[in-house]
């Protein structure tokens, strides 16, 4: 084995082995519940991810799952639960940076301005940003203070169909729908259950935050701004995504007339550019927050802020600022030294989360490591 000292981030972190990696042959009983129970922590995080959602996912019916879940599926199990961890480990490394708690940023403030206009006038709103910004945790904490008023729908990988679109409302808005349930059928009970919110302008309307909305179909954009229209339900729409969404709306391409009369509704927009600057301050808000739930408590220096902000304006936004720190937490951990998140420390773990390095530095942490253990 290299010297320490020698060793990359990711080496350092396959040395401890830190990074698990997908099954792809018959799993234990163990793996099985660990599976189910990663699966189960999700669901409970994310609203959108319901059984249907999951069944789809792995390929299986409803039913199956349940049975899956309830441990009383006399098929090949494995076949769908294997299916479920690579589904997991595809998104954690795709999309997903570690868990923080939602941090107030200027472009989560004006996120969430969106969706309040959205909700109170209510008209349709559009957000904007690149991947990373914080667009996801600041739609999940509107839906947090709009409470049984909004509805948070992840499109992307789970639905994009009208027939999907209308599933997942039905189901959020706690119906229960049966296999082979007509799209009309489904509609019209949402629509009476929207219009009950709504109790004839007397309450708030709903307000149906639909994040990657560019994954929609024409009919299904058709379907919230019918929703949006309809005077009973006079629901508030926010449809969210990158700039691919803002392209498709300009476009004429699939849908008779373009969506001109989906743009003229919209009464709030948020856009950030992906050449925008991500400010100082938001960076320094999101590292403070990371570092805080790591439990380190003292601010880092003035050169490794600017070093975060740096990383925040390249692909991945604050994103960048999340994945670094916890990469040195964990590079750090598996040396077993205590980080200091110095500007070595956040650039030398650039391997383990696909970035070049900057610097021909070695932290002196690993250094010292490297010492102790020869």
């Not at 480990?89 to 969430?112: M, N």
């Not at 914080?134 to 049984?148: I, N, P, Q, S, Y």
């Not at 550019?273 to 990371?290: F, L, M, P, Q």
């Not at 670094?324 to 200091?340: D, I, K, Q, T």
């Amino acid at each position: 084995m290299k010297s320490l000292e020698n060793l990359t981030a990711l080496e350092i972190c396959r040395e401890a082995a830190i990074m698990d990696r997908p099954t792809d042959g018959k799993l234990t009983k163990r793996q099985r519940e660990q599976i189910l129970n990663a699966v189960a922590q999700l669901q409970r995080r994310e609203d959108h991810l319901t059984n249907t959602a999951i069944a789809r996912i792995v390929r299986c019916s409803r039913a199956t799952w349940t049975q899956i879940k309830g441990g009383c599926y006399s098929g090949n199990v494995d076949l769908y639960l294997i299916r479920a961890q690579k589904w997991m480990a595809e998104r954690e490394s795709r999309t997903a940076a570690p868990s923080t708690p939602y941090v107030k940023t200027s472009i989560g403030q004006l996120i969430l301005t969106v969706c309040r206009r959205a909700w109170e006038v209510p008209c349709i709103g559009k957000i904007i940003t690149p991947s990373g910004a914080g667009k996801t945790a600041a739609l999940h904490e509107f839906c947090r203070v709009a409470g049984d008023r909004a509805i948070y729908l992840a499109a992307g990988e789970i639905f994009k169909t009208k027939y999907g679109l209308i599933q997942e409302l039905a189901e959020a808005l706690g119906m229960q729908v049966m296999a082979n349930t007509k799209s009309a059928v489904l509609y019209r009970r949402i629509r009476e259950e929207l219009a009950r919110f709504y109790a004839g302008g007397e309450q708030n309307p709903l307000c149906v935050i639909v994040d990657e909305a560019t994954t929609l179909s024409p009919p299904a954009l058709n379907v919230l701004r019918n929703l949006h229209d309809d005077p009973a339900c006079r629901v508030g729409i926010v449809l969210a995504d990158t700039a691919r969404l803002d392209a498709e709306l300009h476009s004429r391409a699939g849908i008779a007339g373009g969506y001109e009369q989906l743009r003229s509704r919209m009464g709030a927009q948020y856009i950030l550019g992906d050449k925008d600057e991500i400010k100082r301050a938001d960076v320094r808000a999101v590292a403070d927050s990371v570092l805080d739930a790591l439990g380190h408590t003292r601010q880092l220096d003035r050169h490794s802020y600017e070093y975060l902000h740096e990383l925040a304006q390249m692909d991945g936004k604050l994103r960048n600022v999340v994945h670094r720190l916890h990469a040195a937490h964990h590079v750090m951990a598996a040396a077993g030294r205590e980080p200091s998140y110095s500007t070595a420390e956040i650039d030398y773990v650039a391997d383990l989360v696909g970035h070049e390095r900057k610097l021909d530095v070695v932290p002196p942490a690993i250094q010292a490591a490297a010492r102790k253990a020869s």
